[in-house]
Each structure stands twice: as C-alpha cells, then as structure tokens.
C-alpha cells in the first residue's frame, strides 16, 4: 500500500481559483498536498479580466514563496493554469503540472477557451473524472498520452454523530431525505417536488442556492409544505446536515456525471439513492438504491426503500468508501503517483 503514496519529500499544493471543494479535501491527506482556494466573485467579463490578472500575479508570487514540486490545477479557470506554467518558467528546479480537469472543462465555452488546448499540452499530467470524459478528451484533440482517469474517492473517517447545528437549521419532521445541489440544469428539481408530494411523512432538503433556479428552468414557486430549501451552507453546517439526514440523494438527468454527493454519501456512512445512469451505477450500484430520475415515483419508492432498510444501506455506503479507496490508491492514483515521482 505505501508503494501508492507520493514520497512526503515532495512539496505539493492543489490551486483553485474557485470555493471550497470535497474532491480536493478528500484527495489531500493520501496525496500531500495543500489545498488553496482563490474564488472569482461574479462580475460581468471586462471586470473579470482584470481579477484575472490579479489572481494570476497572486498566484505566481504565491507558488513562487512557497517553491512546490508538484502544482495541481483545478479547470476550469484556465487562466490559473497559466500561473503554474509561469511559476514553472521562473523556479530554479523541476516543477510537475497536473490540469484535475472538471467536466466544465470539456465542454463550451471552456473546451474553447484562448490557449486551453497550448496549456495543456505542456502539462505533465491531464486528469479527467471517468471515462466517459476520457472519451470526450480524445474527441477534443488532448493529448491522449497524458490524460488520466482520477475519479472522485471518499473521505475517510467522516462518520460520526451529529453536533447539532443542522437540527437547529432544519425545523422539521424525520425522515429527512438530503438533495445536495446546485439548482444546475441537470437536476430534476421538479421531479423532487413531485416525489415529495407522493410522501408528505418525509422531508425533502435541497441545498444551493435558489437564485440560480430560474435561469436553469426549475420553478421553485409553490413548493410542497414537506420540501426545505435552507440555501447555500457553510461547510460545518453542511457536514453536520451529512450526519444528521436519514438519506442522501444524488440525481442527474445527464449521462457521464459524477456526482460528488454519492461520494460524501458514502463518506458519511449514509444510505445512498442515485440515478441509475450507466456511469452512477458502475460507480456505486453495489451500495446505493438505483432509481429513475425522470419518474417521481420510481424516487420516492428509492428513498423509502432506504430509509426501511436504513441501517443495511449505510453499511453498504461505508463499505463500498473502503473499496473504493483501496482501488484509487492502487491502480488509479499509483499510476499517475509514477509520474509525480519520475526524476524526483
């Protein structure tokens, strides 16, 4: 197992220009490296250009004081990959990049963005989140040679009793049936409201940020008396919500999505109800209940389903982290662990 693990003489950093995000938390304590988050706040695009600029000069003057050999750069923003190409050009040794290329990445307008395909191609490694965006990078013209499949894996050790903080936000009945979301085009929130009307004993709490809702098509007037929309959390209030819920479901209308929900699910040692699309099910079928995200009925069935047999299904969950954290780390991480390691 340790053969899997980067040599810890190996400064790593993982930069963001973008909040918090569990993928990178869960990789750190297995990979070594520091997390930094630089968020760009929403703005039209010429006041954009210029925190661009700053983020970039803010970037580099950072990687600079802090030396790292290995730079990880979450994409889409493109622009902080060329802060890392920069701070490669400027350091007095061998410097690493790997682009972790979200989903975004490969698709309008970020698969078009100036110098995206220059700066990746001098990267030393391109991630990709599954297969099917391994696929999509092909079809783009990546360099194939480079790119990776490095899926999301859990966290360990997140299971644990809730500290309160969500019972004093959620004033309502048990069972509670979690949709963490973004109100994205992808995500059936009607389909949601319509299974939670078939089940008024169960209270539905759908994270995110309700503002973005109507430009994506979700009508949220009028919602079901047993539907809880608290907004967008802090992390501690979040994760306390992780331990508190009965059920955490992921849903997507979108073929080759990998939801990061179905992660914190099984971080979390948390029943699990997911769409039943050919990436989620090969991904986490053996721990989750599988429903149709078109069909209210087919969700609300899936989530009681998972709340009569909540402790068999929070078994699966924490099961399936474990079995999933043994395959990263050995075939998925180790291979591109070799090449952090090369001339190093």
Same mark, same amino acid.
């Given at each position: 197992?340790?053969?899997?693990?980067?040599?810890?003489?190996?400064?790593?950093?993982?930069?963001?220009?973008?909040?918090?995000?569990?993928?990178?938390?869960?990789?750190?304590?297995?990979?070594?490296?520091?997390?930094?988050?630089?968020?760009?706040?929403?703005?039209?695009?010429?006041?954009?250009?210029?925190?661009?600029?700053?983020?970039?000069?803010?970037?580099?003057?950072?990687?600079?004081?802090?030396?790292?050999?290995?730079?990880?750069?979450? %994409?889409?923003?493109?622009?902080?990959?060329?802060?890392?190409?920069?701070?490669?050009?400027?350091?007095?040794?061998?410097?690493?990049?790997?682009?972790?290329?979200?989903?975004?990445?490969?698709?309008? +307008?970020?698969?078009?963005?100036?110098?995206?395909?220059?700066?990746?191609?001098?990267?030393?490694?391109?991630?990709?989140? &599954?297969?099917?965006?391994?696929?999509?990078?092909?079809?783009?013209?990546?360099?194939?040679?480079?790119?990776?499949?490095?899926?999301?894996?859990?966290?360990?050790?997140?299971?644990?009793?809730?500290?309160?903080?969500?019972?004093?936000?959620?004033?309502?009945?048990?069972?509670?049936?979690?949709? +963490?979301?973004?109100?994205?085009?992808?995500?059936?929130? &009607?389909?949601?409201?319509?299974?939670?009307?078939?089940? +008024?004993?169960?209270?539905?709490?759908?994270?995110?940020?309700?503002?973005?809702?109507?430009?994506?098509?979700? &009508?949220?007037?009028?919602?079901?008396?047993?539907?809880?929309?608290?907004?967008?959390? +802090?992390?501690?209030?979040?994760?306390?919500?992780?331990?508190?819920?009965?059920?955490?479901?992921?849903?997507?209308?979108?073929?080759?999505?990998? %939801?990061?929900?179905?992660?914190?699910?099984?971080?979390?040692?948390?029943?699990?109800?997911?769409?039943?699309?050919?990436?989620?099910?090969?991904?986490?079928?053996?721990?989750?209940?599988?429903?149709?995200?078109?069909?209210?009925?087919?969700?609300?069935?899936?989530?009681?389903?998972?709340?009569?047999?909540?402790?068999?299904?929070? &078994?699966?969950?924490?099961?399936?982290?474990?079995?999933?954290?043994?395959?990263?780390?050995?075939?998925?991480?180790?291979?591109?662990?070799?090449?952090?390691?090369?001339?190093?």
């Amino acid at each position: 197992m340790n053969e899997s693990l980067p040599s810890r003489s190996l400064h790593q950093v993982h930069l963001a220009w973008t909040t918090f995000q569990r993928r990178q938390e869960s990789m750190s304590n297995i990979v070594g490296f520091d997390c930094w988050f630089m968020p760009v706040p929403k703005c039209g695009r010429f006041q954009k250009a210029f925190i661009y600029l700053r983020l970039l000069y803010s970037s580099v003057s950072r990687l600079k004081v802090s030396s790292p050999d290995v730079v990880w750069v979450q %994409l889409p923003q493109v622009p902080a990959l060329w802060a890392a190409l920069i701070y490669r050009l400027l350091a007095r040794k061998k410097v690493k990049i790997v682009a972790d290329c979200h989903n975004a990445q490969l698709r309008h +307008p970020w698969s078009r963005f100036p110098l995206a395909l220059w700066s990746l191609k001098r990267c030393d490694a391109i991630l990709v989140h &599954n297969d099917d965006m391994h696929e999509k990078a092909r079809v783009l013209g990546w360099p194939i040679q480079k790119v990776l499949v490095l899926e999301d894996v859990p966290v360990t050790g997140m299971a644990r009793q809730s500290v309160g903080l969500a019972a004093r936000l959620v004033k309502a009945p048990k069972p509670w049936v979690l949709f +963490p979301g973004s109100f994205a085009a992808d995500e059936p929130i &009607n389909e949601v409201f319509a299974a939670a009307r078939l089940e +008024p004993e169960f209270t539905f709490i759908i994270t995110g940020r309700p503002v973005h809702a109507r430009k994506n098509g979700h &009508n949220i007037e009028n919602l079901p008396r047993n539907v809880v929309l608290p907004g967008f959390l +802090p992390l501690d209030v979040f994760n306390d919500l992780l331990c508190e819920a009965d059920v955490v479901m992921g849903l997507t209308r979108e073929e080759g999505v990998q %939801l990061s929900v179905c992660n914190e699910a099984l971080s979390f040692g948390r029943p699990l109800v997911t769409s039943n699309t050919k990436l989620l099910t090969k991904m986490f079928g053996d721990g989750a209940v599988l429903v149709e995200t078109s069909d209210p009925k087919s969700i609300v069935d899936g989530c009681r389903n998972a709340v009569i047999n909540m402790s068999e299904y929070a &078994n699966r969950s924490l099961s399936l982290a474990e079995k999933r954290l043994m395959d990263w780390r050995n075939n998925q991480f180790h291979a591109l662990n070799k090449i952090l390691r090369n001339n190093h």
